[in-house]
């Protein structure tokens, strides 16, 4: 079977993608990135979602953005309930650009041509790396910076989610068999993954159920 390395968050998001990766024929790798977030419970949740959706294989991998800051979810600041006016502070600089390097990387390694991720351009927070100019540009660089663009078939970025709303992730999830109740992606999510109900992530993510007709499976503090 094809391969494909899917980023997995730990979020709705990235969940859904690995069932639609796994129904178009790809056997799914599954990278999720350690990269000083504020709680690990959606590193937990990776592996719950990773072992129920039955992948090939999930690989965690360490970065430190931490040590660069800049973000409320890698500093001492504040996440707000709302994100307010321009880029939000829960942006964290580059982690998009790092994370899906990381999976082209080791796409080469395992001879995948093909890399999924979650970003979404209709229901989110306004991250300059979740436009669909950024992974068109992301899959321009992987093609002139690879030994497999230059030399073999080529590598393609898919972002199955990019015009979805929440809603429609949600309810295409459920189709899929996805139980989002494994998931995290409150901002501030606690030791147990218990969500807070009040940041963008956790509005996004009820707006959509709401939306979806779907019972609400989130677990909050």
């Known amino acids: 079977m094809k391969k494909a390395v899917v980023l997995l968050s730990g979020g709705m998001d990235s969940a859904a993608v690995v069932a639609m990766a796994q129904e178009q024929g790809f056997t799914v790798h599954a990278l999720s990135v350690r990269y000083g977030q504020r709680h690990t419970s959606e590193l937990d949740a990776a592996a719950r979602v990773a ?35 321009g880029i939000p502070v829960t942006y964290v600089p580059a982690r998009n650009t790092i994370m899906l390097s990381l999976a082209l990387g080791w796409a080469e390694v395992l001879g995948a041509n093909d890399i999924f991720c979650g970003v979404n351009a209709v229901d989110y927070s306004g991250y300059p790396d979740c436009r669909p100019a950024f992974v068109a540009a992301f899959q321009a660089l992987a093609n002139l910076a690879t030994k497999a663009g230059v030399e073999g078939a080529g590598i393609r970025v898919h972002a199955p989610l990019q015009y979805l709303s929440k809603a429609q992730i949600a309810s ?39 939306a979806a007709g779907l019972p609400d499976p989130t677990h909050y503090a």
């Open 51 to 85: 072992q129920a959706l039955g992948v090939a294989a999930h690989k965690v991998v360490d970065v430190d953005l931490r040590s660069i800051g800049g973000s409320a979810l890698t500093d001492d600041i504040d996440v707000p309930d709302a994100g307010g006016d």
């Open 172 to 210: 295409e999830g459920a189709r899929l068999g996805v139980d989002f109740g494994l998931t995290v992606s409150c901002y501030r999510a606690d030791a147990q993954g218990r969500a807070c109900g009040h940041c963008d992530a956790c509005r996004l993510r009820a707006d959509g159920f709401a």
